[in-house]
Structures are given as structure tokens and as C-alpha cells.
């Protein structure tokens, strides 16, 4: 994956103001944004996916811009392939299993083809969703709303995977569980991904490029291969990071 991002965005609420400003560049798979809540990651995310309009700069992945200031270029969400899951996944609860997956590939009018079908049953199976896939979210557990959020992301073939803090609704042994499963999802579909959290477990677990955020700032840049080439302990230096970030 190629992707390069330098944005600035400014938020005020309630008198209180947020100055968002975000530069990186990777060509690893696995991007982390990684710091304490409310450091700029999710902003960065929700940027990233469309659904926040930086003041101005750039964003490209694999050489597509899908926002440029300058440019006036500003791709909409349907249309920069990312798939997102959300915090608290947000599934629809009106909506069943097989409903919530096929969201994505529903068109604005008409019915889903027999391609999208097959497609929405293979994601059921791949996740393991067929005792569950007529029931609404309310019903499910937490791991079976998290693979829904992950099989509806996943629906319409993205480009890259977005995933908001995925495990912080979890409690522990599911987080574990969970990251597993993620693991070989990814593996399986060979989709890059750029993940947000405070949990330096998730870092460990699947980060090649870590982006340290601090006061709406991009702190440092981190590649795991150069930390392990070095002869440092990733737990080590991330233990540091995050001292620096209270400080």
C-alpha cells in the first residue's frame, strides 16, 4: 500500500478548540494510529474514509487522491473504497445479520443481484455468522456484532479496511479471541489496513508502521521492522511513547 496523508482541520465546541494536524506517509499494510483518547486519531480515520472534510491538504492512497484542498478534490465516501467499522460497530438494529452485511451492496434502487448474493453468503461463512444470520443485533454477542461490523466492511471488496478502535468494547479473553480472528481475516482477503487505538497489545499484535498522535499531532513515526532490526523491545519503546504522551 502506498498512502500519503498531510491534513489540517480545525474543530471548536463549546468554546474549546482542536487543531488537527496530521502528516504521514507508509508503504507497509498495516498502519496503526496509536495515543490517548482524544489525540486526533479517529479525526485522521474519519478523514481518511470521507466522513470529516479537512481545511485543507491532501490526501492519496496508492496514487488516487481522494482529497486535495488545492485541487478542490473531495472523492465521497461511496466512492474511495475503504470499508469502516466503527467503534461500537454502529449495525443497524432494525436490520438482521444478512441484512446488515448486504447494506453495502444494495443498490439505491432494486434488489441485490445473484452476485452480491453469493457474495453475502460467503461472508456469513467465512465468519462464521450461519446459526445467527436471521437475528438482529440486539441478539448477538459481542464477538458476533464485531464480525458482522467486519463482513459489512468487507461486503463490497474495499481497498483498504478502516477500523476504529475494534477491541475496546471487548472484554479481555474476547480481545484476544478476536485479534486472532482478525489476524487471519486479513490474511485472508490480503486487504491493507490502517487501525486506531490506545492499546499497545493491538500495536504488538498487528502494526508494521506505528503513528504515535499527541495534542492533535503527529508525535513520531515508527516502523516496527527498523525497532526490531535495532535490537529494541517493541514493548519497550511503546511503553516510552506513551509516557511521553502524558507528560
Not at 489496513?193 to 493491538?202: E, L, P, Q, R
Request: proline share 4%; aromatic share 6%; charged share 25%.
Amino acid at each position: 500500500m502506498q498512502f500519503e496523508l498531510d491534513i489540517t482541520k480545525r474543530l471548536c465546541s463549546g468554546g474549546d478548540e482542536f487543531l488537527l494536524r496530521s502528516q504521514f506517509s507508509t508503504t507497509d499494510r498495516a498502519l496503526v494510529l496509536f495515543g490517548p483518547s482524544g489525540s486526533g486519531k479517529t479525526l485522521t480515520l474519519r478523514s481518511i474514509a470521507g466522513m470529516l472534510t479537512p481545511d485543507k491538504g491532501y490526501i492519496k492512497v496508492n496514487g488516487d487522491v481522494v482529497f486535495d484542498s488545492g485541487a478542490k478534490v473531495n472523492v465521497p465516501t461511496r466512492r474511495r473504497k475503504v470499508g469502516y467499522v466503527f467503534q461500537d460497530y454502529a449495525l443497524f438494529p432494525h436490520l438482521t445479520v444478512i441484512e446488515n452485511i448486504a447494506f453495502g451492496l444494495k443498490p439505491l434502487l432494486g434488489r441485490l443481484g445473484q452476485k452480491d448474493l453469493r457474495r453475502v453468503k460467503e461472508l456469513i461463512d467465512v465468519f462464521g455468522l450461519e446459526k445467527v444470520a436471521g437475528q438482529k443485533p440486539v441478539a448477538l454477542s459481542g464477538g458476533q456484532q464485531q464480525r458482522t461490523a467486519l463482513a459489512r466492511a468487507l461486503a463490497p471488496s474495499p481497498k483498504l479496511l478502516l477500523l476504529d478502535e475494534p477491541f475496546s468494547a471487548l472484554d479481555q479473553p474476547l480481545r484476544i479471541r478476536m485479534r486472532n480472528e482478525l489476524t487471519k481475516v486479513l490474511e485472508t482477503f490480503g486487504i491493507p489496513m490502517i487501525m486506531v487505538t490506545h492499546d499497545a497489545d493491538d500495536v504488538e499484535s498487528f502494526a508494521e508502521t506505528i503513528v504515535v498522535y499527541r495534542n492533535g499531532s503527529v508525535a513520531n513515526v515508527l516502523s516496527v521492522k527498523d525497532i526490531a532490526e535495532s535490537g529494541q523491545s517493541l514493548t519497550e519503546t511503546l511503553r516510552g511513547q506513551v509516557a511521553q504522551a502524558y507528560e
